[in-house]
């Protein structure tokens, strides 16, 4: 499970549905609909939300609202739009850690999408998250 701190504008086509679909299955461990990945550490910054589901829908409704600029046709139903809007932390060191990684994967995987990213100088986070300084998450390295 791969819950990026990048805007989702950076992901490929198949990066972009993975990310739908991994954040679906936070949703679920966040709800209790699920018992496994319960303890994943790319939901560790969601529980920490005062309200976790919330978080997660308006993580959702990023993604969502990506994916209908592209004309993708993800089921719009699967997010309360009625969340209250919060904002998650993110270290500026895991956001470097999060674009290198998400660049390896698109070397392989989509080049052109690796050529247009390559040389980004500023990232832009995801928009539940506000940069800060520090490393990368503790929990990114096992």
């Known amino acids: 499970m791969r819950l990026w701190s990048l805007h989702p504008k950076y992901l490929d086509a198949k990066g972009l549905v993975a990310l739908w679909r991994e954040t679906l299955l936070a949703k679920n461990v966040l709800e209790g609909k699920t018992k496994g990945y319960q303890n994943h550490p790319q939901l560790i910054r969601f529980k920490e939300m005062e309200n976790p589901v919330e978080a997660i829908h308006q993580y959702l409704a990023e993604i969502w609202l990506e994916a209908d600029k592209r004309g993708y046709k993800f089921d719009k139903s699967k997010i309360n739009w009625e969340f209250v809007p919060q904002n998650i932390k993110v270290n500026d060191g895991q956001m470097a850690y999060e674009f290198k ?42």
């Open 101 to 142: 990684h998400l660049l390896r994967k698109l070397e392989i995987r989509d080049t052109s999408q690796f050529y247009k990213l390559k040389d980004l100088e500023s990232i832009d986070p995801a928009e539940i998250f506000t940069v800060i300084p520090g490393e990368i998450e503790k929990w990114e390295i096992v």
